[in-house]
């Protein structure tokens, strides 16, 4: 049933790893604290500890942050309401100020969207499991204006394994350093149970127009103790596919070759075991394989008369990624307070068909041989949270991070030109070396202040240090003021960094382009290679919000601005020109460099407002995201295509204790075009997506205790919006379709 590849861990390295996590539980041994609970993780909200002065609840600065303006919290319930046809992504797009966009403007993988936070774009996105960043996607090759064939992050647990989802937004997300520019979505599994519980669910979406991809989904879930009140484990696996839409599916409607949705198959396991070694310190050992593929669809960006190899593949996997992650950490509460060490280890093989490294063709598939990249990382972080008391009451949170980041991946490397040096480097590309690494260590202090009756403050301050480009500073500062019994503001700054990713800064990525990538000066073609001497972007994230909540009642009003510096963009002053003699061409090649110097700004409004109409029985619901601005300063272009309002609604119905239903629908505004070309053969258009409205209807039944039933109808009105080559329509929005599951547990 699942494919692996081999991998020998390091055994100095476990050794080591193991020795810490031990040490670490004996220190302080001698606490006479009780905590009654199989597991202490990251997201409990708060911890009591008995001490000789009573009980001292220890709060942590991160789980104070989760209750800040750019905060929402996704529950096992809210998945039940709307289950996700495959990605959890289908829900985590429905949170005030987040939506699906691709990795760049230009609309090429258009429909491989990902989460885009406060129009930052989907790079500056950071996506945890479980409290561990996931890094997969880096091992995904970033192209000219910054796209990925990638379907990010999001598709690795499956959502009936789902606990809850944290999206944090703006200054929130500046605790967890680079690549939360735009914030943080953090997927936290179901952890193991005092019981033996299990559980087996079956999910199925077919859409009426049998040229859309239909899903089936299969995943069971084990819980339970091995040894009582000492040793428990939980295991979870998942079998998943999404069939690619018809190769035609847009042809038929516009005439353009632009292709639908790709498929995808998952295949999944993840196992997990908790060792109580005291009522206060815990243990706990991962592991988990996947293995995710395409369904290939017909996508060559753009560039279906160029080649004919890519059309016999409809229907085919294409690319392929398997990803293994081991971790081992420790919960720890002491007298003083309470520890979190993890050691985690992520390995992603990238195995891809052959593709063109040329601008116009830039994805193209040029034969059916498989070429693989591997990405891995290497993470370590040590937290503690101290309560104590100067003149009013404080709880600290101190933490150091270490993290390594490697990259090997030769087709990326493979481009041969017939000269010496290309920028300083070789070109030859036996020569230039497809790897590339780097490492990161930060450490960081934050302070929850009760500084009066009803006002919190969250100073913070953290150093990251790159091997490769050296130190930042990332200030914070976010406020929670009670202004009366039902009424809290709640504000906050922070600047936020993205460190360049390892394509950006590798010398050896060598690009070539026949004028479609190259500079609007440019005459000819040309090359874009790495830079090892970029410098981190940055980001200035600031947000204001009122909150109200009254029994049950609740509305909020948030105004949030990033201001975006360093972009990092293909630069347009060359460092080199080369005459290059081919079969096809016989000219000078500018050669360019990726560079810092783009400038962008975001700005909005979120909104949300919870009427419960019948109290505990019927709730109407609502979130908006209003975008003022998301464009690059230079160009005047969108810095995302995201649209320029989105308002998710659902009316909820609690019919009896057994049985719910829910009707939700989602507005979307317009969405606006690059008008200006980036590039010499850029084409753009003014031609923009109109508003439009997705509705869907859901039911779910419990029919015993163990048998709940799910059934419902997305995009009941049919909506659609076709894929084409023009302006912003990018993507296709799927027609209604039929879906049903059922869950049997014990």
């Known amino acids: 049933m699942f494919e692996v590849y081999q991998y020998r861990p390091n055994p100095k390295v476990l050794s080591v790893a193991i020795a810490m996590v031990l040490w670490g539980s004996h220190i302080n041994s001698a606490v006479s604290a009780t905590f009654d609970t199989d597991k202490v993780t990251e997201e409990k909200k708060q911890t009591e500890v008995i001490d000789d002065g009573g009980t001292m609840v220890v709060t942590k600065a991160e789980d104070a942050l989760r209750q800040q303006a750019g905060a ?33 403007a230009s609309g090429a993988r258009g429909n491989n969207r990902q989460i885009d936070i406060r129009g930052m774009g989907p790079e500056n996105t950071l996506i945890l499991i479980d409290g561990v960043p996931v890094s997969s996607r880096s091992s995904v090759r970033y192209a000219w204006a910054g796209e990925r064939d990638s379907r990010g992050d999001t598709n690795w647990v499956p959502p009936e394994m789902v606990d809850h989802i944290d999206v944090l937004r703006g200054p929130s997300a500046a605790h967890y350093g680079s690549g939360a520019m735009g914030g943080v979505v953090n997927i936290v599994t179901k952890q193991p149970t005092k019981d033996w ?68 198959r998952n295949r999944d396991i993840n196992t997990e075991f908790t060792w109580k070694i005291s009522p206060t310190q815990f243990v706990n050992f991962d592991y988990g394989f996947s293995r995710q593929g395409n369904i290939y669809a017909g996508d060559t960006q753009y560039s279906n008369g160029r080649s004919t190899l890519p059309k ?23 007298d003083w307070g309470q520890s979190k060490l993890i050691l985690s280890y ?36 040590q937290e503690f949270t101290v309560p104590f008391d100067l003149l009013v009451d404080n709880t600290l949170t101190a933490g150091f991070e270490w993290n390594r980041d490697e990259l090997n991946d030769p087709a990326a490397t493979s481009t041969n030109v017939d000269v010496d040096s290309v920028g300083g480097i070789s070109g030859n590309s036996a020569l230039r070396s497809s790897k590339n690494s780097q490492e990161l260590s930060a450490i960081y202090l934050e302070d929850t202040i009760d500084a009066f009756d009803g006002t919190t403050l969250i100073p913070g301050i953290r150093f990251d240090y790159s091997s490769k480009f050296g130190a930042n500073w990332s ?74 909540n009254y029994e ?53 409004l979120e909104a949300n407002l919870t009427l419960p109409i019948v109290q505990d029985t019927l709730t109407w619901r609502t979130n908006a995201t209003y975008m003022f601005t998301s464009k690059q300063k230079s160009t005047g272009n969108p810095l995302s295509l995201i649209p320029k309002y989105t308002v998710n609604n659902m009316l909820d119905w609690q019919v009896n204790d057994s049985l719910s ?58 909506k659609r919006i076709y894929r084409s080559n023009d302006g912003a329509f990018t993507y296709n929005e799927s027609g209604r379709a039929y879906y049903a599951g059922m869950t049997a547990s014990f």
């Open 475 to 548: 200030p914070s500062f976010n406020l929670s003021q009670d202004l009366g019994d039902y009424v809290k503001l709640k504000a906050g700054i922070a600047r936020v960094f993205k460190a360049p990713n390892l394509y950006q800064s590798s010398e050896g990525y060598l690009l070539s382009s026949s004028g479609n990538g190259c500079a609007l000066s440019s005459t000819g073609g040309c090359y874009l290679m790495g830079n090892g001497d970029l410098d981190p972007e940055v980001s200035v994230n600031k947000d204001v919000g009122i909150q109200w």
């Open 312 to 334: 016999s593949l409809v229907g085919q996997e294409t690319n392929r990624m398997y990803r293994q992650n081991y971790s081992i950490s420790h919960d720890g509460i002491w």
């Open 661 to 718: 239903t829910n009707v939700n629908w989602t507005m979307y505004g317009r969405q606006h075009p690059r008008t200006n070309a980036e590039r010499r053969r850029d084409s753009v258009s003014n031609t923009e997506v109109p508003a439009y409205s997705i509705f869907g209807w859901n039911v779910n039944y419990e029919m015993t205790k163990n048998l709940s039933l799910t059934a419902g109808i997305s995009n009941l009105f049919d």
């Open 72 to 104: 929402s919290v996704i529950t096992q319930e809210d998945i039940k309401k709307q289950p996700p046809v495959n990605d959890l992504s289908d829900i985590i797009r429905k949170m005030p100020g987040v939506n699906l966009t691709g990795n760049g």
């Open 197 to 264: 519980h299990g559980s087996l669910s079956l999910f199925t979406n077919q859409p009426e127009d049998n040229k859309e991809g239909a899903t089936k989904r299969m995943n069971f879930g084990l819980s339970g103790p091995l040894i009582d009140d000492v040793l428990s484990m939980r295991i979870y696996g998942n079998l998943n596919k999404t069939d690619g839409d018809d190769a035609s599916i847009n042809t038929d409607q516009n005439g353009s070759y632009a292709a639908g949705r790709e498929g995808v």
């Open 552 to 604: 049950g009642y609740g509305a909020g009003l948030t105004y949030f601005r990033n201001d975006y510096e360093n972009k990092i963009i293909s630069g347009t002053d060359p460092v080199q020109s080369i005459f290059v003699n081919s079969t096809y061409y016989s000219e000078n090649y500018d050669v360019y460099r990726w560079e810092n110097g783009g400038k962008a700004v975001t700005q909005g």
């Open 346 to 381: 992520e390995d992603t093989k990238n195995s891809r068909m052959n593709e063109g490294l040329t601008g116009g063709v830039d994805g193209t598939i040029t034969d059916t041989n498989f070429s693989d990249s591997h990405y891995k990382t290497y993470r370590a972080k």
